[in-house]
């Protein structure tokens, strides 16, 4: 709640009891940026919309650990947000595979289209990063415009992670270059890279 009400409300937005990152159910640090330098940015020939698929494989990394982690018995609800659409189709055809607890509440769905919801745990992938024809050129686009940032980042009831190109992130010189610099600060910001294995990420949500 603490980058939110400083960035968006000056400090005055104050979270309920039930949101303020404190649940015995679910053994996982509140909030981490995981940097995925080496993802690229594509556009999907048939739509033009963008995706990411190395973010799409760190997102899924992140679905196993949480369902390793938190005990079968326990009923929580899991959103897993992206501002496009054919990212949002890819992680729905790749969670397939996943054998994820029965008693998990899992939503993948676009930012635009969460807005009013809250879920336990939130996995935020940004897609924006340098595409194969250039090095970090041109602008984030539409993800800037504050409301959807706000959106975005304040549907969770416990944790946030975000999977994200950094450099591409902080590029925008605002609030999304704020948000990248406050998880250095308070040493959420995790680099991840094509050799990243399981035991790194299990390492870094506890």
Not at 15 to 22: L, P, R, Y
Not at 76 to 90: P, S
Not at 113 to 122: A, M, N, Y
Request: with cysteine; aromatic share 8%; charged share 25%.
């Amino acid at each position: 709640c603490a980058f939110p009400s400083s960035e968006f409300y000056s400090g005055k937005l104050r979270a309920h009891n039930e949101m303020i990152g404190v649940n015995p159910a679910i053994p996982l640090k509140s909030f981490t940026l995981f940097d995925v330098s080496h993802g690229q940015m594509k556009v999907h020939g048939k739509s033009g919309s963008k995706y990411n698929f190395e973010e799409v494989v760190v997102v899924m990394q992140l679905l196993e650990q949480i369902n390793q982690k938190i005990k079968p018995e326990s009923t929580i609800t899991i959103g897993v947000i992206t501002f496009y659409e054919a990212q949002k189709q890819i992680l729905k055809e790749e969670v397939r595979f996943l054998e994820m607890n029965e008693n998990f509440d899992i939503q993948i769905e676009n930012v635009d289209g969460f807005q009013g919801r809250e879920k336990d745990i939130i996995i935020l992938s940004c897609v924006r990063a340098p595409t194969a024809t250039n090095n970090n050129t041109g602008t984030l686009g539409f993800i800037t415009s504050p409301q959807r940032i706000n959106v975005a980042i304040t549907r969770p009831k416990s944790v946030l992670y975000i999977v994200t190109n950094a450099d591409k992130l902080s590029s925008d010189e605002g609030h999304w270059a704020n948000l990248v610099e406050r998880a250095k600060k308070v040493d959420c910001f995790r680099k991840v890279n094509a050799d990243t294995g399981e035991d790194q990420i299990d390492e870094w949500v506890q």
